[in-house]
């Protein structure tokens, strides 16, 4: 349930760049460097489990990117990495490789995945395992798929979807904007867009607000089973 809560953290309502308050941002600098702080406290039966967790992007000097994904909790913690690079419009991440390792309560084997565009396929460096049949245009890796979301904000629409490769296979994504709000949490109060995942789990409900501001970060995110809230995350420091 650990590991499930924090691969949801980053939900592909994506923590990532997109638009600014009142125009539209170039399709070619939609992603900018950023670090951002999250805190969320999971109940799991009779107690409770405190999980901080930074991202950050970066850019490096051959116009890749890398993402880093850091959790710790008393029980466990995970890191994720990230590496891909644009598409000549700006508009589609490309992955190129995609680690995961984790340690404590979470029982997950080690992964590196590499992207292979002009091959169009998906290999497991650590057990040597090419997974045929996952390509789809557009897959994004595990990481990935939350920047691609907010491009797809940045570009002004209000609903998208894009094949995501988790551990094994890939899936569709879907999300869809629903409102405008203003949230007031640990990193201050921010107007924002309210973004649902579009599930056919119907008892659980999953929403994700960006900041309508320059990044477009993720600021807070809420998962509900059956109207009760399983757990809530929230953006403690933003740095851009």
Do not use: C
């Not at 994506?14 to 941002?25: K, P, R, S, V």
């Not at 950050?56 to 913690?77: C, I, K, R």
């Amino acid at each position: 349930m650990l590991q499930r809560l924090v691969f949801t953290l980053l939900l592909g309502a994506g923590i990532g760049m997109g638009i600014n308050q009142t125009t539209h941002a170039d399709t070619h600098t939609m992603l900018k460097p950023f670090t951002i702080d999250y805190s969320s406290q999971y109940k799991l039966g009779w107690f409770s489990i405190d999980i901080d967790a930074t991202r950050q992007l970066s850019q490096q000097s051959d116009g890749t990117w890398t993402l880093d994904f850091n959790a710790e909790a008393s029980v466990a913690t995970v890191k994720e990495n990230s590496q891909f690079k644009l598409s000549k419009d700006g508009k589609t991440i490309i992955p190129m490789e995609y680690r995961f390792r984790a340690t404590g309560l979470i029982s997950e084997d080690d992964r590196t995945l590499s992207f292979n565009a002009a091959q169009k396929t998906v290999k497991d460096k650590e057990s040597d395992k090419f997974y045929d049949n996952s390509w789809q245009d557009g897959i994004q890796d595990n990481a990935t798929y939350m920047l691609q979301a907010s491009i797809a904000l940045a570009e002004g629409k209000k609903e998208f979807s894009f094949p995501v490769f988790e551990k094994n296979k890939t899936k569709v994504f879907t999300y869809r904007v629903v409102s405008e709000d203003t949230v007031k949490i640990k990193a201050g109060t921010f107007d924002a867009y309210r973004v649902m995942q579009v599930r056919k789990d119907k008892d659980r409900e999953i929403y994700a607000w960006f900041a309508k501001q320059d990044g477009f970060p993720m600021i807070l995110l809420r998962d509900k089973k059956k109207g009760k809230l399983s757990y809530q995350i929230e953006a403690s420091k933003l740095s851009f």
